[in-house]
Each structure stands twice: as structure tokens, then as C-alpha cells.
């Protein structure tokens, strides 16, 4: 569905993203992990076209988006949410998610119908009249996705939607993505809370300076040492090996 | 407030704005109300991208001077007829305010430098309506031929020397009908998906993108909008007055006016600029009563109270006067306080 090939961007003299190469197949979840500051946001930016990369190339279903509008990226069925929320903070919930609908859906009576259903999928029905800016932080993460989905997406790009929430948030955030996946929407999920991590995705990529360092299934991707360096610093992994066999080791 | 209320509202307000010169037979107090509707108009246009786009304007008097300019030169240099006239000043006004749009909007210009962008091309179409003398007779403005005949008083757009209903309110009911419109589009874009998305952009325009609004078609839209009804006032003044002249035209004046009254009433409502407009020449003349008699021949009088209102709005009233109304309004009603909607409440 997605495929990125040697994308590469760059900010001045700092390489954000170095000559990364990823797919995302139809129906999946895919996660995409590393430490602050890997550049993950930044590939997510320059995917939906709000950075234009210094090279690579992106296809969705096969179309080149690369470089397209992010607007135009949103209209072809790619639609991401920013990791820093970016409520419309004088709208109400409702009136929020409508303007997503509005990408598909003409009519502001059955835009706002719309975003009525969107957000009762998302068990927001109680706030549907509050202002976006009277939201809790875990509010704010779950309008960034309902307006997302309103825009109805093939490909949703969802940037760290649990931050900051606490368990029983997730929980619910996890069972809300898992439905979404259920309805056909393909799922590309930056993610620092690993146990949601683990549960969700089919395939997670592993990011770090910019540059693609392991993938597989979350469990591989777990057990790599280039990744437990990656997240632990150099040694680690090895540190580790050397602490579990003095210890008989998980696996004796 | 129910969508009942407010229907309701409007039609009152309306019916009062329609009926109230034939109960006040004062000649001064037409000429207020002329001129409060005229500030209101000027005022919903720039509310059209500042109140609703978020898009703040500096130089709406470059629209304005631009529909007078080409009501008047139209009419000056080729004898067409007022009425034929007035569409390509409507659509001049529209093209300055594509083609500024344009250039702002494509190179991203926001917030102070959108601002600045609109009074540089004000100040240069004030520039050069002074030194294209050929074409705009400089300096020295065009004065249009006054009819003096009341029979001929419709088809030359000059109410003055009408008969007697005429000569009375005839102006007043074209300010009224360009008020009408300008509030029936800007109605029309708080019930249509152009509305919406202007509204988002206005919120945060990198979510607005990301959700699929062409931000730039969006804005170019509201500028054009705005423009037209901006337009429309010149053309009114130009008929009203039979003169143009570039201070008027594209001095900083009008572009002041027209935030003002939507800055005060309150910004993005569509009551804002009424109310402002009253509000604000309501206390022109209060203060010309009273103050102006003690300390007299004062000129600019009331441009200090405006800032004086203006401080006070901004520091207490983020929602302006209709905000404050809208409080009141829910207080007597007992309801809770509610959020502001992507419209207005009032
Ligand atoms: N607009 C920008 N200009 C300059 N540097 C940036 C910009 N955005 C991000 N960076 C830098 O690029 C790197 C990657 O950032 P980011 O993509 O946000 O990482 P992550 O999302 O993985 O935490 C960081 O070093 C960050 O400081
Ligand atoms: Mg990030």
C-alpha cells in the first residue's frame, strides 16, 4: 500500500533521514520505533507531504505522492496526526471532526452527521459539544484520530497517539486502533509505549539517526542488539548477553 | 441560542433596520445610520478574511478605493451608466484582491507580514492613483456631473436631488441592500463547507492541510469575497459623494475603519460589525454632544475614544461586544455557557 524508497531529508547540516526504505502492506499495522529524536516525526512529515525530502521516492497503491501537497496527500487517502496535537482550540469536538469530514462530504448538516458517528466509534459522544481546547491530554490524542478517520482514510499515519496517557488509556486507544484496522484502514503507528507496541503491529521498523537499522516482527525487532544498543547505548547488548548467561539466562 | 432565536433575532433586526428612517423623520439621524451601515458593510468585508480567515488586513482600502476609483472613472471618462458601471468596480475590487491574494498566500505570507503585504499595495495604489494623472486626474480627484434633475435621479445613481423619498432615504436603502448582501454571504459561508474550512484554516492551517483543505484556494476565496463587498462600499461612496480622490480612496482611513467595527462588535461573527459599527459611531456622536460642546472644535475627538475602545476591547473582551451580549444573553436565559461554535452564537 505504502512503499518509501532511499528517502533521505535534511535539515542544514543534521541528515533527519537517511536513505530509508520501508512498505506497509494493505490491511496492516506497521509501527515504526526509536529513540527521540531518530527522526521518525520527520519521515512521517515528508510521507504526507508537509516536508519536501532531498530525495526518494513515495508511492501509495502504486501513485507517486512524492512532493505532492499534503492537502492532495489527504485527498488520495493518506492522512496523518501530528505527535504535538494541533486542535482547532475555538471549535467544538464536533465541529472539529466535521472539517475532517468535509474532505469526502459536502453538506455541513451531514458533515456534522457524519462526525457524529466517527465519534461515537471513538466514545467521544459525551464531548461532542465542548470546545477543542477543554479537552484533557488524552481528549487532544483521541480528536486528532477521529479527525483523521473522518477524512476516511486508506492509510492512516498515527504519531504517537499514546503519549502521555495513562494504562487504562491505551488500553482503550489499542482496542479503538485494532477497530479501525478491522474496518480496512491500513495503519502506520510511530510508538514509544512498547507493550502497545508489541500487541499491535504485524512488522516494526526501527529507526535511529535517521537511518533504518532493524525490522521484522515486533518480537525479532525486540531481540536485535543493534536495536537494544540503538535504545541503551553502545555495549549494551552485550552487557546484557553477558549478564543473562551469569545468570543461567532467560533461555538455560 | 437556538437557530430559531437567532432566525428570529435577524428578522427583528432587520425589520427595525428597514423601517427605522420612516419613524425617524431627522435628517441627521438617517445620515448616521447611513453612515454606521456603511462602516458595517466596510467591516464585514474585512470580518470575511480577518474574522473568519484569520487573515488580517491592514489595506482593505485598496478594495475600497478600487470600486469608487472605477465606479467614478467608468463613468467620468466613458458616460456609462452607474448601473453598468458598478459590476466591473465589483469585479476590480475582486481582481486586486486575487491578484494580492495570490502573491501573499503562494509565498506563505501570515499574521504581521500578510498584514504589512496589504498596506504596502494600499500605499502604492495611493502613490500611483496620484501620479496617473491621465488616467485618474492625480491629485486633484474626479468630481462626477451632478444631476439636478429628479426625474433622471434613478438611472443616474444620484439620490440627491431625487424627489422627496428619494432625496431622503434613497441612500440609506442602498447601503441597507449592500448590507444585506454582504450578511447573506457571509450567512451563506456559515452554512457551507467553504466556511468550515476557512474557519479551520484560520484555527491551525497545518491541520487544516493535513485533513485535506486546500489552504491557499481557501484563503483566495475569502480575499476575493471579501474584496467584492469591500468593493461595494466604494461604489456606494462614490455615488453617495460624486468624488474620489486618493487620500479618500486608498488612504489608511478606510482601511482602519473596516477592522475597527468587526475588532470591537466581535471578530468572525456575523453580528460583529453591526454591532461595532453602532457602537463606535454611537459614541462618535455621544461624544461630540457632550465633551465636543465643553471642549470644543476638537477634530479627532472621536478617533481617540475609538482607541481608547479598542485598548479596552482587546485587553477585556476577546470576543468582543457581541461576546459580552452573548454572556448577558445566556445569563438571563439561564442556559450554561457554551463554546463558541464555528459561528457565531449571536
Ligand atoms: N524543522 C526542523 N528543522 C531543523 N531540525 C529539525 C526539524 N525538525 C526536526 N529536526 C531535527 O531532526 C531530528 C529528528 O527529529 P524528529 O523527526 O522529530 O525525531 P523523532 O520524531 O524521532 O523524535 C532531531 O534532531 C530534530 O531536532
Ligand atoms: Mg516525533
Not at chain 1, 535534511?10 to 520505533?33: K, M, Q, Y
Not at chain 2, 458595517?40 to 478600487?66: C, D, E, K, P, R
Request: aromatic fraction near 10%.
Amino acid at each position: 500500500m505504502l512503499e518509501v524508497r532511499n528517502l533521505s531529508k535534511r535539515f542544514g547540516g543534521l541528515l533527519a533521514v537517511d536513505d530509508a526504505e520501508l512498505t506497509v502492506p494493505e490491511g496492516a499495522i506497521v509501527s515504526l520505533i526509536g529513540p527521540n529524536g531518530a527522526g521518525k516525526t520527520t519521515l512521517f512529515a515528508a510521507i504526507a507531504g508537509f516536508l519536501k525530502p532531498d530525495a526518494g521516492r513515495v508511492t501509495l497503491s502504486g501513485e507517486d505522492i512524492t512532493g505532492l501537497t499534503p492537502h492532495d496527500v489527504c485527498r488520495r487517502g493518506l492522512v496523518r496526526t501530528f505527535q504535538v496535537v494541533q486542535p482547532f482550540a475555538n471549535l467544538t469536538v464536533r465541529d472539529n471532526i466535521a472539517v475532517g469530514a468535509h474532505t469526502r462530504i459536502r453538506g455541513r448538516a451531514d458533515a456534522r452527521r457524519h462526525a457524529e458517528t466517527i465519534a461515537a466509534e471513538l466514545g467521544m459522544s459525551e464531548m461532542l459539544d465542548q470546545p477543542a481546547a477543554a479537552l484533557t491530554v488524552a481528549g487532544r490524542k483521541r480528536l486528532e484520530l477521529a479527525r483523521a478517520l473522518a477524512t476516511g482514510p486508506t492509510l492512516l499515519l498515527l504519531d504517537e497517539v499514546m503519549a502521555g496517557l495513562n494504562a487504562t488509556e491505551i488500553e482503550d486507544i489499542v482496542r479503538v486502533i485494532r477497530g479501525i484496522r478491522e474496518a480496512g484502514v491500513t495503519i502506520f503507528l510511530i510508538e514509544h509505549v512498547m507493550q502497545a507496541v508489541m500487541s499491535l503491529s504485524d512488522r516494526t521498523y526501527v529507526l535511529n539517526n535517521g537511518a533504518i537499522i532493524s525490522q521484522g516482527t515486533p518480537g525479532e525487532v525486540a531481540s536485535d542488539p543493534q536495536v537494544i544498543e540503538a535504545y541503551l547505548g553502545h555495549g549494551a547488548s552485550q552487557a546484557i548477553t553477558r549478564e543473562a548467561t551469569a545468570a543461567g539466562g532467560p533461555d538455560a | 441560542m437556538s437557530e430559531q432565536t437567532r432566525i428570529a433575532g435577524w428578522t427583528v433586526l432587520l425589520a427595525l433596520l428597514v423601517l427605522a428612517p420612516l419613524a425617524i423623520t431627522s435628517g441627521r439621524w438617517i445620515e448616521f445610520m447611513e453612515l454606521t451601515l456603511f462602516v458595517a458593510v466596510l467591516g464585514q468585508g474585512w470580518n470575511i478574511l480577518g474574522g473568519f480567515g484569520g487573515q488580517y488586513s491592514f489595506g482593505h482600502a485598496l478594495f475600497f478605493g478600487t470600486g469608487a476609483y472605477i465606479q467614478a472613472l467608468l463613468q467620468f471618462k466613458l458616460g456609462w451608466s452607474p448601473w453598468a458601471t458598478l459590476w466591473f468596480a465589483i469585479a476590480g475590487g475582486v481582481l486586486v484582491g486575487a491578484f494580492v491574494g495570490y502573491l501573499s498566500f503562494r509565498y506563505g505570507l501570515r499574521g504581521s507580514y500578510f498584514a504589512l503585504i496589504t498596506l504596502a499595495f494600499a500605499e502604492a495604489f495611493h502613490v500611483l492613483s496620484r501620479s496617473l494623472v491621465a488616467v485618474t486626474e492625480g491629485g486633484r480627484g474626479v468630481a462626477l456631473d451632478l444631476n439636478l434633475d429628479p426625474d433622471r435621479a434613478l438611472t443616474t445613481f444620484q439620490f440627491n436631488f431625487g424627489g422627496d423619498f428619494l432625496k431622503a432615504y434613497g441612500f440609506y436603502y442602498t447601503i441597507l441592500v449592500i448590507l444585506m448582501l454582504a450578511y447573506a454571504a457571509t450567512w451563506w459561508m456559515e452554512h457551507t463547507r467553504f466556511g468550515a474550512q476557512l474557519v479551520a484554516v484560520r484555527e491551525n492551517e497545518d491541520a487544516a492541510e493535513a485533513l485535506g483543505i486546500d489552504a491557499f484556494r481557501v484563503k483566495l476565496g475569502a480575499i476575493c469575497l471579501s474584496a467584492a463587498i469591500t468593493a461595494a462600499a466604494g461604489v456606494y461612496y462614490t455615488q453617495k459623494f460624486l468624488f474620489i480622490d486618493p487620500g479618500i480612496a486608498y488612504g489608511p482611513t478606510k482601511s482602519v475603519e473596516a477592522l475597527f467595527a468587526p475588532i470591537i462588535g466581535g471578530l468572525g461573527t456575523v453580528l460583529g460589525p453591526l454591532v461595532g459599527a453602532l457602537f463606535l459611531h454611537g459614541l462618535g456622536e455621544f461624544a461630540k454632544e457632550t465633551i465636543g460642546l465643553v471642549w470644543e472644535d476638537r477634530p479627532g475627538l472621536d478617533l481617540i475614544l475609538f482607541g481608547v475602545v479598542l485598548i479596552l476591547v482587546l485587553a477585556f473582551l476577546p470576543r468582543g461586544l457581541v461576546g459580552l451580549l452573548d454572556l448577558a444573553w445566556r445569563r438571563l436565559s439561564g442556559a450554561a455557557p457554551a463554546a463558541r461554535k464555528g459561528k457565531a452564537d449571536a
